[in-house]
Structures are given as structure tokens and as C-alpha cells.
T-cell receptor, first 114, second 113 residues
Framework: DAGVIQSPRHEVTEMGQEVTLRCKPISGHNSLFWYRQTMMRGLELLIYFNNNVPIDDSGMPEDRFSAKMPNASFSTLKIQPSEPRDSAVYFC????????????FGNGTRLTVT | DQQVKQNSPSLSVQEGRISILNCDYTNSMFDYFLWYKKYPAEGPTFLISISSIKDKNEDGRFTVFLNKSAKHLSLHIVPSQPGDSAVYFCAASARGGSYIPTFGRGTSLIVHP
């Protein structure tokens, strides 16, 4: 079990640039989550998918953020254009989708927007 | 408005002593509670959970206590070990929220040898 795989581990970009974060969930997991961690707000849910379908994107901060899950083994989180306040650690997590099953997190992408 | 609150950003404990991490919640619909542990440069990992029908759940050195009337839960680690040094996140979920966990801001635990 390779766990949830995120790439890149670190991303440094300039304000206004497009950023794409990638995630490969654990095989067989039906639910996928994108979280953002900041000092001020802790871990906040951005969006989650069930069976590749976005269920709740109310946590997505602005239209600059978008997420896709084209198949069961891949998801992306895109920020366009990026801003310095987007700097944070972005985590992807997956779960079996069974009620109260724990989330399995990737190691995160640390994004710095200058 | 944080629905899950961890009011202590950090906690320092001597090796061998008990660590007590606290968590408060405001949403009375929460019926399942979890603790996650996070090491630097890694993602959070699930540690222990408790359903609202229980008031205690134990797993080795880790015990979670739930006080529903006070909307309070705590994680006890005994005895504490240096390897327990990490950030601990409290999380809560509700059936009405599709069981998606809401996380607190975390408490950084340092266990001194």
C-alpha cells in the first residue's frame, strides 16, 4: 500500500501564475478530499469527491480555485491566478467512503506564492 | 466560527508522565470524534476515535474521553514517550454532514526525555 501520493512536495511560484497540485488516492478508496492547512485556520476542507463526483465544494475559497477528479486514481487542485495569501500546505486525503472511516492523508504540497 | 476548538497551541511534558490534550466542540450534531497525529513534513495519521454512544475508548497508551454534556473530549497519553512529540488534531463529524470531519487547529506536544 503506497498510501496517498501528492506532487509536487514543494511549489514556489510568483503571484499571478497558475498552480496545479496533484493527488493519487489509495486504490479502492471511493472518497477523496482536499484540505488546506494554515496557522490561522488550521486544517480546512476545500472540496470532497465521492466516486469521482464533487459532492461539496463550499470550502473552495474563490473562483480562482478549481478541482477535478477525471478518474478514480487521480485528482488535481488548480489555482489560477495564484496570490500570496494562497501560501499554505495543501493535503489530499482518501477514504473508503464507509461512514466514519478514517481519512488517509498524503504528505502534502507546501505552496509558496511570492 | 470554529466548531472544533483546541485552545492550547502547545503542551510540554516530561517523558513517562501523562499528556492530556483537550478539545471542545460547539455543534451538538457531532456524533463521532477522532484524533489524528502529525509529524513534520508528513500528513496527519489517524490515531483513535470515539462514538458519541461511548464515553471512553482505549488503545494501548492512548485513551480518549468524551463528555457530551460539556461538549468536551480529551486524549490521554500515558506514559508519554519522546516519539509522541507531534501535532495532534481533534476532529468531529456528524451524520448530517456526511461524516466529513471538521478539524481543530491542532496542539503541538513536546515530550522531553
Amino acid at each position: 500500500d503506497a498510501g496517498v501520493i501528492q506532487s509536487p512536495r514543494h511549489e514556489v511560484t510568483e503571484m499571478g501564475q497558475e498552480v496545479t497540485l496533484r493527488c493519487k488516492p489509495i486504490s479502492g478508496h471511493n472518497s477523496l478530499f482536499w484540505y488546506r492547512q494554515t496557522m490561522m485556520r488550521g486544517l480546512e476542507l476545500l472540496i470532497y469527491f465521492n466516486n469521482n463526483v464533487p459532492i461539496d465544494d463550499s470550502g473552495m475559497p474563490e473562483d480562482r480555485f478549481s478541482a477535478k477528479m477525471p478518474n478514480a486514481s487521480f485528482s488535481t487542485l488548480k489555482i489560477q491566478p495564484s496570490e500570496p495569501r494562497d501560501s499554505a500546505v495543501y493535503f489530499c486525503a482518501s477514504s473508503t467512503g464507509i461512514n466514519n472511516s478514517p481519512l488517509h492523508f498524503g504528505n502534502g504540497t507546501r505552496l509558496t506564492v511570492t | 466560527d470554529q466548531q472544533v476548538k483546541q485552545n492550547s497551541p502547545s503542551l510540554s511534558v516530561q517523558e513517562g508522565r501523562i499528556s492530556i490534550l483537550n478539545c471542545d466542540y460547539t455543534n451538538s450534531m457531532f456524533d463521532y470524534f477522532l484524533w489524528y497525529k502529525k509529524y513534520p513534513a508528513e500528513g496527519p495519521t489517524f490515531l483513535i476515535s470515539i462514538s458519541s454512544i461511548k464515553d471512553k475508548n482505549e488503545d494501548g497508551r492512548f485513551t480518549v474521553f468524551l463528555n457530551k454534556s460539556a461538549k468536551h473530549l480529551s486524549l490521554h497519553i500515558v506514559p508519554s514517550q519522546p516519539g509522541d512529540s507531534a501535532v495532534y488534531f481533534c476532529a468531529a463529524s456528524a451524520r448530517g454532514g456526511s461524516y466529513i470531519p471538521t478539524f481543530g487547529r491542532g496542539t503541538s506536544l513536546i515530550v522531553h526525555p
